[in-house]
Nanobody, 125 residues
């Protein structure tokens, strides 16, 4: 059974940092893209960041570019999202997702095959 389990969310003040992790089990995703999405209350899910299997290509939403960094450790089947200079508008449930084919658009949620259950990130002003 494939599982993606996020961890590391929490409450942080504006300007602070958090790192969320996503550990995959049940199969390896080392050959495929993985990504992070988020959904704030009353809003649609949106793309945050994506990374190719090699880690050599990364993509970011304009709203987080320069503040967030995605990385992955294929040996651990884990992807990370380092979030710095957090803002109240970053408050959302953060979901990781994994693809099982290449190449696919990392920015589109419909291009992912597996999703985690989400982790809450709350940024207070």
């Amino acid at each position: 059974q494939v599982q993606l389990v996020e961890s590391g969310g929490g409450l942080v003040q504006a300007g602070g940092s958090l790192r969320v992790s996503c550990a995959a089990s049940g199969r390896t995703f080392s050959n495929y893209g993985m990504g992070w999405f988020r959904q704030a209350p009353g809003k649609e899910r949106e793309f945050v960041s994506g990374i190719r299997w090699s880690g050599g290509s990364t993509y970011y939403a304009d709203s987080v570019k320069g503040r967030f960094t995605i990385s992955r450790d294929n040996a651990k089947n884990t992807v990370y999202l380092q979030m710095n200079s957090l803002k109240p508008e970053d408050t959302a449930v953060y979901y990781c997702a994994a693809q099982t084919a290449y190449p696919r658009d990392l920015r589109r949620g419909g291009e992912y095959d597996y999703w985690g259950q989400g982790t809450q990130v709350t940024v207070s002003s």
